[in-house]
């Protein structure tokens, strides 16, 4: 299995030797706190040996914002996002459509089809840059809202995020998702009410049941602790999936 830990730049430079000693890879979100750094990348980019891919910047991010400020900074941030992403030499990048809360199924596809236009720019400089791009559903009030885009950009991926849509979407079931065929998974677990970023079954979310179709995907443990926890619930999920079927008696 491909299974990543998702930790900010400075978190994973600090944990570089333990997630090696768990045999895993990783996710670095890019925060904007440490955007600029140039020394901490570098740092980064010289102790990490195994399977990298990066969170591009989020937070007040928005192409299609009505504030022109908002849309310019948002450009600018995903671009250097990439280009950070080129420097680590990652392989992926996931980003999100900046959706707000609470739209409408018609309005979220509407949205989705001004931001085909809008992406433009980012979905060329990560060709250009060989890192292959993944949209991670956020408030999308059910699929529909990303369809467009995965069909405007066939090199676009999906990336599936089951606590987001239980928590924020108006489709809370994995399924509809699922059927966009995601190449990259957050995973985490919740109560069903709040994004806790918990253990993998310790939850609401039932991962035993949907996902071990996707185990072959590239997987991404988005939890606050150890994730130690959840590492050992995808090997028991993968250990089950593989099992040869029990003998007839």
Known sequence: MDVRVALSVAEALERADALEGLGVGLEVYLDPAHLL??????????????????????????LL???????TLTLRRLLFGLERAAELEAD???????????RTPKEALERAQRLVEALKPVVR???????????????????EGLEPLLVAYPELGFCFDAAYARV??????????????PGHLHLNDNDGV???HGQLGEGVLGHSIWLPPYLDRTLVLEVREDPTPS???LKTLEAASFAPPAASP
């Open 125 to 143: 400089r990560a060709f250009l840059l060989g890192v292959e791009l993944f949209l991670e559903n956020t408030h999308e009030p059910g699929p």
């Open 65 to 71: 914002s009505p504030d022109p400020e908002i849309r």
């Open 37 to 62: 750094d140039d020394g901490l990348f570098q740092r980064l980019r010289e102790r990490v040996a195994y399977p990298l891919s990066v969170h591009l910047p989020f937070w007040n991010l928005d």
């Open 168 to 181: 924020f979407s108006r489709t809370p079931d994995p399924t509809p998702w699922l059927a966009l065929d």
């Open 231 to 233: 590492l050992k619930f």
């Open 194 to 196: 709040y994004d806790g």
């Open 92 to 102: 992926r990048a996931v980003f999100h459509s900046g959706i707000p809360h609470g």
